[in-house]
């Protein structure tokens, strides 16, 4: 079983020592004239849980799409890991520690199980072309070490007996669990979930709730997630955040959100006088 | 009525054999440029006819046939890098359409460049000098050596391919990439390289089937690319566009239907069984032999 920690050796340098995982200042963008998002704040600590709740068409996912760099923000200014992104593209927002998993699954679908945990692997293997095609050592070494990390993260969710499955074949619930794997694998130091729970029954949905609180132990990496499932969200966030028409209109603990009048106006509409 | 004749298209087969593998070997660069980004890069045909120019003056000057292989290989590898970087990097953003006209623009560049250069006039090719074509026997059947190592070089390009494609890291990149690009990026693949490895892959090929090209047929001319080009495109829809193994099959067959049609006397027609082929192939199985069905993106 994991270990609080035991995936935290593997942890890129960058994490030691930050203020914040991520942190927004007044982000927004437009499309058009319509603005999708508007003054975002919002300041994730390590380790930290939040969740991001909204009605639809609230700008969740364009939230996300703009802390993976899939969007240039229009306004205001992002850090990661305490550097600004402002330059960056969603390559080296990979890089500098940000994964997601996406709303409809987007795995290589025609690729095996373990074969997308190591495209995640990808910027560790260190093997150039030659010693790959004539199979030196260094390319055995190098493909063993990947293959066994790659075998350790499959284990989180209990998933190494269909590693070698094409991964289009799984079920539903299994995608979406090798969807986070897959993102796990480029070391992040915060991970963004879109909908995690969506489609999973409710046994299964209690079985992620586990598992998001595992991984956020034994990877000691932040979570930021977008769901619907109240009960996920009240269970699993220490924060959350409520989006309504692109803006931030709630902050707060589970029990604070539950509690506040904005919220249920947003969400119910507002009660007759 | 007359004895079947076994050794007629045994010969023949060989013949199919040659000409399709010179096909498949093209139709991998459409294919795979098609797969990673939904490119038809209509200039990869005169990449052949560059490769034929560059291993030309190179024996002209006197190179040896290795070194003028060389040049040519790695010649077509760095015009298409540059054709990527100028004419198609600053659109991956613009609309299909108009990476399509870019790619044709391309194709016409290249057409009339080589006529500025080298005149419209074709040249004849020293095929000698690279390969020398010596009459084989095994027993009855006579072969020409320069068919028995195209077959073989082409098979062994192949192989490589499929090792670079399953077994190393800018391989499986590409394969991610080829699937899902945005994702791709997401786990901090850097696609600008894996589209340039896409590149040289597909024009290396290129190099490789465009010396092969000009062994069997010696002449080189500005356009000798697009016809060749085209069929070896014709090859890729077949097998179903962005399919490697359906590019090889897709080689094959137009090979073989070509040979076959020139066989019983028809080769007039040889260009309307190619395409007659791809429309009944087409109206069974819209997305080619091998290709994958295309499922909307939510």
Same mark, same amino acid.
């Given at each position: 079983?994991?270990?609080?920690?035991?995936?935290?050796? /593997?942890?890129?340098?960058?994490?030691?020592?930050?203020?914040?995982?991520?942190?927004?200042?007044?982000?927004?963008?437009?499309?058009?004239?319509?603005?999708?998002?508007?003054?975002?704040?919002?300041?994730?600590?390590?380790?930290?849980?939040?969740?991001?709740?909204?009605?639809?068409?609230?700008?969740? @996912? @364009?939230?996300?799409?703009?802390?993976?760099?899939?969007? &240039?923000?229009?306004?205001?200014?992002?850090?990661?890991?305490?550097?600004? &992104?402002?330059?960056?593209?969603? /390559?080296?927002?990979?890089?500098?520690?940000?994964?997601?998993?996406?709303?409809?699954?987007?795995?290589?679908?025609?690729? &095996?199980?373990?074969?997308? $945990?190591?495209?995640?692997?990808?910027?560790?293997?260190?093997?150039?072309?030659?010693?790959?095609?004539?199979?030196?050592?260094?390319?055995?070494?190098?493909?063993?070490?990947?293959?066994?990390?790659?075998?350790?993260?499959?284990?989180?969710?209990?998933? &190494?007996?269909?590693?070698?499955?094409?991964?289009?074949?799984?079920?539903?619930?299994?995608?979406?669990?090798?969807?986070?794997?897959?993102?796990?694998? @480029?070391?992040?130091?915060?991970?963004?979930?879109?909908?995690?729970?969506?489609?999973?029954?409710?046994?299964?949905?209690?079985?992620?709730?586990?598992?998001?609180?595992?991984?956020?132990?034994?990877?000691?990496?932040?979570?930021?997630?977008?769901?619907?499932?109240?009960?996920?969200?009240?269970?699993?966030?220490? @924060? /959350?955040?409520?989006?309504?028409?692109?803006?931030?209109?709630?902050?707060?603990?589970?029990?604070?959100?539950?509690?506040?009048?904005?919220? $249920?106006?947003?969400?119910?509409?507002?009660?007759?006088? | 009525?007359?004895?079947?004749?076994?050794?007629?298209?045994?010969?023949?087969?060989?013949?199919?054999?040659?000409?399709?593998?010179?096909?498949?070997?093209?139709?991998?660069?459409?294919?795979?440029?098609?797969?990673?980004?939904?490119?038809?890069?209509?200039?990869?045909? #005169?990449?052949? =006819? %560059?490769?034929?120019?560059?291993?030309?003056?190179?024996?002209?000057?006197?190179?040896?046939?290795?070194?003028?292989?060389?040049?040519?290989?790695?010649?077509?590898?760095?015009?298409?890098?540059?054709?990527?970087?100028?004419?198609?990097?600053?659109?991956?953003?613009?609309? !299909?359409?108009?990476?399509?006209?870019?790619?044709?623009?391309?194709?016409?560049?290249?057409?009339?460049?080589?006529? +500025?250069?080298?005149?419209?006039?074709?040249?004849?090719?020293?095929?000698?000098?690279?390969?020398?074509?010596?009459? =084989?026997?095994?027993?009855?059947?006579?072969?020409?050596?320069?068919?028995?190592?195209? *077959?073989?070089?082409?098979?062994?390009?192949?192989?490589? +391919?499929?090792?670079?494609?399953?077994?190393?890291?800018?391989?499986?990149? =590409?394969?991610?990439?080829?699937? #899902?690009?945005?994702?791709?990026?997401?786990?901090?693949?850097? *696609? #600008?390289?894996? *589209?340039?490895?896409?590149?040289?892959?597909?024009?290396?090929?290129?190099?490789?089937?465009?010396?092969?090209?000009?062994?069997?047929?010696?002449? %080189?001319?500005?356009?000798?690319?697009?016809?060749?080009?085209?069929?070896?495109?014709?090859?890729?829809?077949?097998?179903?566009?962005?399919?490697?193994?359906?590019?090889? %099959?897709?080689?094959?067959?137009?090979?073989?239907?070509?040979?076959?049609?020139?066989?019983?006397?028809?080769?007039?027609?040889? #260009?309307?069984?190619?395409?007659?082929?791809?429309?009944?192939?087409?109206?069974?199985?819209?997305?080619?032999?091998?290709?994958?069905?295309?499922?909307? !993106?939510?």
């Amino acid at each position: 079983m994991i270990v609080r920690d035991m995936h935290k050796s /593997i942890l890129p340098k960058r994490d030691q020592n930050v203020k914040a995982v991520i942190e927004c200042k007044g982000v927004g963008i437009d499309f058009g004239g319509l603005c999708a998002v508007n003054d975002f704040n919002i300041l994730i600590k390590k380790e930290e849980i939040c969740g991001l709740i909204g009605p639809n068409g609230a700008g969740k @996912t @364009t939230v996300f799409n703009l802390l993976t760099k899939v969007y &240039t923000p229009t306004r205001g200014v992002m850090y990661l890991n305490d550097k600004n &992104t402002k330059s960056m593209n969603s /390559i080296e927002a990979n890089q500098s520690g940000i994964a997601r998993t996406f709303q409809n699954i987007r795995l290589f679908k025609n690729m &095996t199980v373990i074969e997308n $945990v190591l495209v995640g692997l990808h910027n560790e293997e260190n093997c150039g072309i030659f010693e790959s095609i004539f199979r030196l050592s260094k390319y055995w070494r190098s493909e063993d070490l990947l293959k066994k990390r790659a075998m350790e993260l499959l284990s989180i969710f209990g998933m &190494t007996n269909v590693a070698d499955h094409i991964s289009s074949s799984l079920s539903y619930g299994s995608q979406r669990r090798l969807e986070i794997i897959r993102a796990l694998a @480029t070391r992040p130091s915060i991970l963004l979930l879109d909908e995690p729970a969506a489609g999973m029954n409710s046994s299964e949905t209690v079985e992620l709730m586990e598992n998001i609180k595992k991984i956020r132990d034994s990877f000691g990496i932040a979570i930021l997630l977008i769901e619907h499932d109240m009960n996920l969200v009240m269970g699993v966030c220490e @924060t /959350i955040g409520v989006l309504n028409y692109g803006v931030l209109i709630a902050k707060g603990t589970p029990r604070e959100i539950q509690n506040n009048p904005v919220v $249920v106006e947003a969400y119910l509409g507002k009660a007759k006088e | 009525m007359h004895r079947f004749n076994w050794l007629l298209i045994f010969s023949q087969f060989i013949n199919g054999l040659q000409l399709g593998s010179i096909y498949a070997l093209i139709s991998l660069g459409y294919s795979m440029v098609y797969g990673i980004i939904m490119l038809l890069n209509f200039a990869h045909g #005169d990449i052949i =006819m %560059v490769g034929g120019y560059i291993a030309l003056i190179s024996i002209l000057n006197r190179f040896g046939p290795f070194i003028s292989v060389f040049f040519a290989i790695s010649g077509c590898a760095v015009i298409s890098v540059l054709i990527e970087r100028l004419a198609y990097r600053p659109l991956r953003k613009a609309s !299909k359409t108009s990476l399509l006209i870019t790619a044709i623009g391309v194709s016409i560049f290249l057409q009339n460049l080589a006529q +500025l250069i080298f005149s419209a006039n074709g040249r004849p090719f020293p095929a000698s000098s690279i390969l020398k074509n010596n009459k =084989m026997r095994f027993g009855k059947i006579n072969v020409n050596s320069v068919t028995i190592i195209t *077959i073989l070089i082409s098979i062994i390009s192949m192989l490589l +391919l499929v090792i670079l494609v399953h077994k190393t890291k800018l391989g499986k990149a =590409m394969r991610a990439v080829s699937e #899902d690009l945005e994702s791709g990026q997401l786990m901090g693949i850097n *696609i #600008d390289k894996v *589209i340039s490895f896409t590149f040289i892959l597909g024009s290396s090929l290129a190099g490789i089937a465009s010396i092969m090209f000009c062994c069997q047929y010696p002449l %080189v001319n500005p356009t000798m690319g697009y016809m060749i080009g085209m069929k070896a495109f014709i090859a890729a829809v077949l097998g179903g566009i962005g399919s490697i193994p359906g590019a090889v %099959v897709g080689g094959f067959t137009i090979g073989f239907v070509e040979i076959f049609v020139s066989a019983i006397g028809f080769s007039a027609w040889i #260009d309307v069984a190619v395409f007659a082929v791809l429309i009944i192939v087409l109206l069974i199985r819209p997305f080619g032999i091998l290709g994958r069905r295309l499922t909307e !993106k939510v």
